[in-house]
């Protein structure tokens, strides 16, 4: 944990030098997932030549590093580089609705540091984001990402206490947001949808829980339009998911998911096992 509270205190241009490097060790010398995440881009995109591929890939692993040290900076970042730094788009609709007194669900994908994004969000529109979560096997790690999401009065949510934590705050006045974008658990109820030219599942659990809660939801399109500098964009799916026949809004997320990469694919997390049931 001094570790990461020690890099999360680093200026961002010495944490990008640090990706720089971290991203060529990962790629050329360690060659992490490379494999993976090369079968993962080329059936993806099979219309890409192995040169178009080939700069996807590499711009992914920089991606990723730059995410990951992103995200650690997220604990110590101050508001006025988050406003610098975070560019949102069509949030009006959302504020109108928590401060009518309603919650609301946003969705995203594993495309940016989701952190500055809440924080963005939180100083702008003056409304609470409460982060879904996994635990992380590591004590240190998870105490310290939970401390990193706990900014700006958010209260994150382990998933598996999500749907009772919905039923006891119905009444509260703030947006819960998730990432459902990579691949369930084998022993998750999954539905099969054809995501970037392949049969892909998709955590049907989130729609479930966000059709018995009946809240609006969102999603977010998260986009690096720099490094360091993103633009997020707020996507009406629903306004009463109760009215969606069953896996309508999984579908409808999917999409806007799969949009989203394939206007910007170094920005996906390509190295997941995302088709480890299908990749042999």
């Keep these: 944990m001094i570790l990461y509270r020690a890099l999360s205190k680093l200026p961002l241009g010495a944490l990008y030098f640090l990706s720089r490097i971290s991203s060529f060790i990962l790629f050329h010398i360690i060659r992490y997932r490379r494999s993976i995440s090369y079968q993962n881009i080329r059936n993806s995109f099979p219309e890409k030549t192995e040169q178009q591929i080939g700069y996807i890939q590499k711009s992914a692993y920089r991606h990723m590093t730059d995410t990951l040290l992103e995200t650690i900076k997220a604990k110590t970042i101050s508001d006025s580089e988050i406003k610098s730094r975070v560019t949102l788009i069509g949030f009006e609709e959302i504020q109108y609705l928590v401060q009518d007194g309603k919650s609301v669900f946003i969705l995203t994908a594993h495309t940016a540091p989701v952190e500055w994004i809440s924080f963005a969000i939180h ?115 629903t306004l009463n998911p109760k009215s969606l026949d069953s896996n309508v809004l999984t579908e409808k997320y999917a999409n806007s998911v799969e949009e989203l990469i394939s206007n910007n694919p170094p920005s996906w997390l390509w190295t997941h096992k995302r088709w480890k049931h299908s990749i042999t």
């Design 123 to 237: 100083l702008k529109y003056n409304f609470v984001i409460d982060p879904v979560y996994k635990p992380i096997h590591s004590k240190s790690l998870d105490r310290f990402i939970f401390s990193m999401r706990s900014r700006h009065q958010s209260t994150p949510i382990p998933y598996k206490k999500l749907a009772k934590d919905v039923i006891l705050r119905k009444n509260a006045e703030r947006s819960i947001a998730m990432l459902a974008d990579l691949e369930p658990r084998s022993r998750d109820q999954s539905l099969d949808i054809e995501f970037l030219n392949q049969s892909t599942r998709f955590f049907l659990g989130s729609e479930k829980i966000i059709k018995l809660a009946g809240f609006p939801t969102f999603f977010i399109a998260i986009k690096k339009t720099s490094r360091g500098h993103y633009q997020a964009s707020a996507l009406r799916l």
